[in-house]
């Protein structure tokens, strides 16, 4: 007889044992005894112990314990592409009146639910791998010394100045042609657009600045790089140059990726989460990845998904502290800026309260699902030749 089965047997027969009279006690210990092969006075003791006592969970019962809470926090954080849980707190009130059918309990929940408790109840489905993408910056030597450094940030108190940014989806090799992903995200809103376009050449940069430029609820008012050869051009120079109003053109300084963090941090968000790391040479993608970007994408990521501010960063001893502002989204950002017109807010206003978060990341999934089935076509084909 086991450990677990000696347990039950003396848990079934304690009470029959305490409540019988002493010949009857006499009775059970000797079978208690024989079917245990236990010592008699160590059998005496077992039977006199008191049962323990369940122990309860220190503090306050759960709340959060209902599936119907799990399953639409789990939904909605899939849908708002795994954000971090001070995000996902101020995205639940956007996404909610699109969700369905919810009991009113469980609505109030999850507007009222904290960062902390939606990381516990988000930990056992949360991902942990990540994959790293190559660094493709080839240095532009030509025009250095005609475009300034950014030395200090620009007026960032009013949208319009943009860092920018490129992505090559090249796979594991960068040889021959394949497409790359041209990122430009506004430093006071957040507020992030991007385009593809088929290799790196200054032409076709320009041609996707401009096109995005188009479509911006802001004007262009600022324009900042990295040192590569894809900005460091006389098309963009001339281009900034003679625009009128003049559009200001700064460089970052060389190998200081921080100098461009705010886009810098879109190219995973923004770009490998939605084109992951395989490699795009096929010509016909060009324009499919920007009806989506230009579009589902940039409507979802602009109106849906709050992102972080950092309002105060100190340095005391050796550790940094910063202060974060309340997660916003680029939209809710444009409405409260005394930046924009109030013709450009009520044609924000009309645009968003015609979409639903749902549907679009559905016609992002349909979308994706035509991508990827061409990028397995050409890597077939690749393979066999």
């Given at each position: 007889m086991g450990?677990?089965?000696?347990?039950?047997?003396?848990?079934?027969?304690?009470?029959?044992?305490?409540?019988?009279?002493?010949?009857?006690?006499?009775?059970?210990?000797?079978?208690?005894c024989q079917v245990c092969d236990y010592n008699r006075k160590y059998a005496i003791?077992?039977?006199?112990?008191?049962?323990?006592?369940?122990?309860?969970?220190?503090?306050?019962?759960?709340?959060?314990?209902?599936?119907?809470?799990?399953k639409a926090l789990k939904r909605i954080w899939l849908a708002t592409d795994q954000v971090c849980s001070k995000k996902l707190a101020e995205a639940i009130p956007l996404w909610l009146p699109f969700y369905g059918k919810l009991s009113p309990t469980t609505r109030s929940q999850l507007l009222a639910i904290s960062p902390a408790s939606i990381d516990r109840l988000l930990a056992p489905i949360r991902a942990t791998t990540r994959l790293k993408g190559r660094c493709t910056t080839k240095p532009g030597r030509l025009l250095r010394q005609q475009i300034p450094i950014r030395t200090h940030h620009?007026?960032?108190?009013?949208?319009?100045?943009?860092?920018?940014?490129?992505?090559?989806?090249?796979?594991?090799?960068?040889?021959?042609n394949f497409i790359w992903s041209l990122t430009l995200t506004d430093i006071h809103t957040g507020w992030t657009e991007a385009r593809a376009t088929w290799n790196n050449g200054a032409t076709g940069v320009l041609q996707q600045i401009k096109d995005i430029q188009a479509n911006l609820p802001f004007p262009l008012k600022g324009f900042d790089c990295d040192n590569g050869g894809e900005f460091l051009n006389h098309y963009l120079l001339r281009y900034f140059t003679d625009h009128k109003p003049k559009i200001k053109f700064t460089r970052s300084r060389p190998y200081r990726k921080n100098d461009n963090a705010h886009v810098e941090q879109k190219n995973w968000s923004y770009v490998r989460y939605l084109l992951g790391h395989d490699r795009l040479d096929n010509p016909q993608l060009v324009d499919l990845i920007n009806d989506l970007y230009a579009n589902q994408w940039s409507l979802l990521q602009n109106h849906f998904h709050p992102t972080l501010k950092l309002l105060q960063k100190k340095r005391i001893?050796?550790?940094?502290?910063?202060?974060?502002?309340?997660?916003?989204?680029?939209?809710?950002?444009?409405?409260?800026?005394?930046?924009?017109?109030?013709?450009?807010?009520?044609?924000?206003?009309?645009l968003h309260e015609s979409l639903d978060p749902f549907a679009l990341k559905e016609q992002i999934d349909k979308q994706l699902k035509t991508i990827f089935r061409l990028v397995s076509v050409t890597s077939n084909v690749r393979q066999r030749l």
């Open positions: 450990k677990d089965e000696r347990r039950a047997y003396l848990e079934a027969i304690r009470d029959r044992y305490l409540a019988s009279d002493r010949q009857t006690k006499k009775g059970i210990l000797d079978e208690f003791r077992l039977l006199h112990t008191p049962r323990k006592r369940t122990r309860q969970r220190p503090g306050r019962k759960p709340l959060y314990r209902c599936p119907e809470l799990v620009w007026d960032i108190s009013q949208p319009g100045f943009m860092e920018a940014d490129t992505v090559a989806h090249c796979g594991n090799s960068m040889a021959g001893n050796s550790r940094y502290y910063k202060k974060y502002e309340t997660p916003q989204t680029p939209y809710q950002r444009l409405l409260t800026s005394s930046h924009i017109p109030i013709e450009t807010k009520e044609a924000l206003k009309y």
